[in-house]
């Protein structure tokens, strides 16, 4: 055996090389992995001075397989996308994920949480409403369960937060559009659903006073999640009454985006980059239909596999420490710019 000391499983399945929900898979039962990779975890025991607390694993065998996933709608493509990575890395650890959506509603909301305890969940990764949530019911909740946040942020709530850098998302575009053409303005919702929103304009202004630009914010009436419709109607309205004073319009999210080029076409204004071009347009997500718009949305993407693997790794972890981390964690992913022909 070798002399290196390795305190947890993360430390193990770093150096093994091996994933580690699959090494969490190996010690909840040697036969649940292939041979080949079975092989390679215990010469990788060998090597290196690592036990698991059998005391764990046998306290974590006693648990349910089940671990709850909770969107707030999962008719929005991008919580579908993420549910779907979480889902399938949380089946490949060997786990029941369960999913659930809340469809925007608080109250629906709560009662998705009072059924995860009664299935007994070995861990859950929740993504709250926010501002809408009943921070009390959920306080109550995370501490009773184990529980990991992502995508919303409810501070000191959960054992852990994983999401995007929502500053990271803006400060790219807002310094893109601004060097390439004119200043950009603001679209946003008047009362926003999910509370990234307020982040995200935050993060324009700081972007915009930092670079010495006039910030133009515009913020249109409409409440729920359909945001398409929202941004159409916002946008036909602001359009009709020319309010923009530049031709550079940066949307809170992609959502929103698309039902503003929608409004962009009903009014005969050409969106693009090329000369003739009325308006350039931008987003923030990469929403996964975002590539097939008309014309292609310019937007600053969500690292969905990241924040979908950290997640769950996040959750092992939890479920493997008793349900308790030693602090609450924070974990952000920076967002990519990618350029299409909207700006």
Not at 107 to 120: A, G, H, M, P, Q
Not at 202 to 217: F, R, S
Request: proline share 5%; charged share 25%.
């Amino acid at each position: 055996m070798g002399t290196r000391k390795i305190r947890n499983m993360e430390e193990f399945a770093a150096v093994s090389g091996i994933s580690r929900p699959t090494v969490s898979k190996y010690f909840n039962d040697p036969d649940s992995v292939r041979r080949s990779t079975r092989e390679k975890i215990e010469a990788a025991l060998e090597e290196n001075d690592y036990r698991p607390n059998i005391y764990a694993v046998n306290q974590n065998r006693k648990l349910t397989k089940n671990i709850g996933i909770v969107v707030p709608y999962l008719a929005d493509p991008f919580f579908a996308e993420i549910a779907r990575n979480i889902e399938q890395r949380c089946i490949d650890s060997g786990f029941r994920p369960t999913l659930f959506s809340s469809h925007g509603d608080p109250e629906l909301e709560v009662e998705i949480l009072d059924s995860l305890r009664s299935l007994k969940p070995a861990g859950v990764l929740f993504a709250p409403l926010g501002r809408a949530s009943d921070r009390s019911v959920i306080e109550k909740f995370c501490a009773d369960v184990p529980t990991v946040l992502f995508d919303s942020n409810l501070e000191g709530m959960g054992e852990a937060f994983i999401g995007s850098d929502n500053h990271s998302f803006v400060s790219q575009t807002v310094d893109y559009l601004s060097r390439t053409g004119e200043a950009p303005c603001f679209f946003e919702m008047r009362t926003p659903a999910n509370p990234n929103a307020n982040k995200r304009r935050d993060a324009y202004l700081q972007m915009m006073a930092k670079i010495g630009l006039e910030p133009n914010v515009f913020k249109i009436d409409g409440t729920g999640w359909a945001f398409e419709e929202i941004g159409r109607q916002g946008g036909l309205k602001l359009l009709a009454e020319k309010a923009f004073p530049t031709d550079t319009v940066l949307c809170s999210n992609d959502r929103l985006a698309i039902g503003f080029l929608a409004a962009c076409y009903e009014m005969g204004l050409k969106v693009g980059r090329h000369d003739g071009s009325d308006l350039r347009v931008a987003s923030h997500d990469d929403h996964p239909f975002s590539r097939f718009t008309c014309p292609s949305l310019t937007t600053a993407a969500h690292d969905y596999m990241a924040v979908s693997d950290r997640s769950v790794e996040t959750v092992m972890q939890l479920i493997e420490s008793g349900g308790r981390l030693d602090k609450r964690t924070e974990t952000l992913f920076a967002a990519r710019l990618i350029m299409r022909d909207s700006a």
